[in-house]
């Protein structure tokens, strides 16, 4: 029998990595003289304690592809329309970047196995894109900078809070996010102060309540938190 560690899940056949995460699996000598051996002497099992995941990936698979093809009839589609009824406007521009971004998040999130706080980072610069990209194509009134980003600088710390509490054996992998989000805060404050932005007081509260955020993961988490650090930056 081998477990999984990251996914906490038995297996009881002859893979070596998890259907799951495709971590390496760690196998229990004592289970051996449970199992029989195939013609290549490889230890396999009488029953199976985890369900077949390889047709929940196919189905999974089947739908990004439908997701995708139906993306670009439906883009191809809106520039029709918008070539056909234009009015000075080309609003399919702006329909094409909100399908891109559903597509990518789609295929990012789900094709490949990746950690939850770097699917966070990513759809999160990804999103700065695209809002930026969408008050441009609106007449770059300003909103993303004033409203719409401060207002996402602020949420994901706050989310990331909750995530530690759900996953509490490992909340102090989570502090990059946190790390991360500041960062981003802590230039658009200098970008401001430079008046190279024009944002607003919104600005000013997400800086507030990520730092806040962190600095109180830093303290509270002590070692395990200086530890991660040391882990991530290789220290």
Known sequence: MAKCI???????????????CNGVLVREESEYAEAEKNEKGIYISRSSTYPDVAPALRRTQMIIKIAIFAAVIAEVISVLVNYYTYKGVWWSLIVGLVLAYGCFTLVYSFSTNR?????????????????????????????????????MIMTIPIGVVVLMVINVENWQSYIMTEIVVTAFAAVLMMLHFLKLINSSILLLIAF?????ILAGTIMFGSKLVSDEIKRRFRV
């Open 208 to 212: 507030l309540t990520s730092a806040a």
């Open 115 to 151: 950690s939850l706080q770097r699917i966070i980072n990513t759809q999160s610069l990804l999103a700065v894109i695209v809002m930026i990209g969408l008050d441009y194509l609106t007449g770059h009134t300003g909103w993303a900078v004033k409203f719409a980003i401060p207002i």
């Open 6 to 20: 990251r996914c906490k899940l038995t297996v009881d056949d002859d893979s070596m990595m998890c259907p799951l």
